[in-house]
């Protein structure tokens, strides 16, 4: 009897490690792929949630990890992460591909779904607004936490309940991005509406991004910490309703500064803080993330 | 309904590629206004602007032309009579706005004056 429950627990310990450690696992093969691959270029990521529109280089690919965290009052503590493939399709075409994985304290780890998205530059030139159309579908579950936008009446009563993988949610993003570069700085607006195709009704979000390198010109000399390497931002995005019930009220809103640096010739790092603006949101969220490019992926493998 | 809105939304977003698609390369110094053609390198002979955009160079565009310029293929090699009889001004346009249906993508991200080092770089090229 007491070797049947020793072993129970000592099997429970176990399974659970195996489940956090396979919820991070894309986490860490991210971080291995970024210190082995040889040859590689820092990548463009500015912000979390709000695109810009600057696209990935053809032929090159930029894998990344959004991870974020959460402290909701009466839930438990969460880690969401989405694991980003970027493809530069073509120079006004850029394809992502997403794993989402969470763990939820003292609930589970889990796989929640994939995320497909494809992103396209409507004008060949640089103008004072460029407008990029983003489309993407997601096959996720109930248990996802990537909170890669907020949308809808989105809030923090979502993650009140217990992991819940038997819902399941298929559902197109569709974006007008908005994007301007002045001085060094650019200046980003999202226009988010997505649906359940479940014959749920539209829902809208927005997502307004601003960020500026420290330094506008590089120095002669190889550096890590220097201004260059750095780049300052913030954030405001948040949820406004949806088809039937369109507006603020009962929505979510945040805004993160963000800060990222990023190393010569390596990855780039990101970590911003989000501050929650009213009742429903998540007093805050702590989002992190790496990102490293491979210049020129296929033509590694090609006959030179 | 639903049916609708999808076609609809497939039409918009495949035309559009398969116009794009017949597009060739067009000829971006043709494109290039009289204007930013005329605009003067700031940087011009400093040996540190060149040695930052040699820099620059490596770290973003180095993936596609290679180290040293010399093109990887089916990039452009730049050491060539296009790029050395370009103006400073063509260059920084030709940066700032790329020419997208060749493959070569805009780099609007870098500051304008990271994009004029890299010009005084290539402007520097033998």
């Known amino acids: 009897m007491k070797c049947t429950e020793i072993s129970r ?24 792929l970024i210190f082995i691959l040889p040859k590689t270029a820092g990548a463009q990521e500015s912000l979390f949630v709000t695109y810009t529109h600057h696209m990935e280089e053809t032929g090159s690919l930029e894998i990344s990890t959004k991870a974020v965290s ?39 780890s889990v796989f929640t779904g994939w995320r497909v998205e494809n992103r396209f530059r409507t004008m060949m030139k640089e103008h004072w607004i460029n407008p990029v159309l983003y489309v993407e579908f997601e096959d996720i579950n109930g248990a996802d936490k990537s909170l890669l936008e907020v949308v809808g009446h989105d809030g923090r009563s979502d993650f009140l309940e217990r992991n819940n993988r038997s819902e399941r949610k ?39 991004g601003i960020s500026r390198p420290l330094s506008l010109l590089a120095t002669p000399n190889p550096c890590g910490i220097c201004r260059e390497n750095f780049s300052l931002g913030a954030e405001l995005y948040g949820g406004l309703g949806t088809r039937h019930n369109f507006g603020l009220p009962d929505t979510s809103h945040y805004f993160a500064p963000v800060l990222s640096f990023k190393t010569f010739r390596g990855p780039t790092f990101m970590v911003s803080p989000s501050i929650g603006l009213n009742d429903n949101s998540h007093r805050v969220l702590l989002r992190f993330g790496v990102a490293y490019e491979i210049g020129q992926v296929f033509s590694r493998f090609s006959r030179r | 309904m639903l049916k609708k809105f999808f076609h609809a939304i497939l039409l918009v977003l ?13 000829n971006w110094l043709i494109q290039i206004p009289q204007k930013s053609r005329q605009k003067q ?29 010399q093109g990887r293929d089916p990039r452009l090699n730049l050491h060539t009579a296009r790029i050395r009889n370009a103006t400073p001004g063509e260059l920084e346009w030709l940066l700032t706005n790329g020419s997208m249906r060749a493959g070569m993508p805009s780099w609007s991200r870098l500051p304008e004056g990271e994009r004029w080092q890299i010009v005084s770089y290539l402007k520097n090229l033998r």
């Open chain 1, 9 to 32: 627990i000592f099997y429970s310990k176990f399974v659970f490690r195996i489940k956090t450690a396979a919820a991070s696992c894309s986490f860490l093969c991210c971080l291995v």
């Open chain 1, 70 to 108: 959460g402290f909701p009052n009466g839930a438990n503590t969460f880690l969401g992460n989405a694991l980003e493939f970027e493809y530069g399709t073509k120079a006004w075409w850029t394809s992502e591909f997403y794993l989402d994985t969470q763990t939820t304290v003292g609930e589970s």
């Open chain 1, 170 to 208: 298929r559902e197109i993003e569709t974006r007008l991005i908005l994007s301007s570069n002045f001085k060094g700085w650019n200046l980003s607006e999202n226009l988010i509406s997505e649906k359940n195709l479940s014959g749920e009704e539209w829902e809208f979000g927005y997502a307004l």
């Open chain 2, 14 to 26: 495949i035309l559009p590629m398969f116009s794009l698609a017949t597009v060739g390369d067009g």
């Open chain 2, 41 to 69: 390198n700031p940087f011009k002979g400093q040996a540190e602007a060149i040695a930052a955009g040699e820099k620059l160079f490596r770290a973003n565009c180095s993936k596609c032309h290679g180290m040293e310029a």
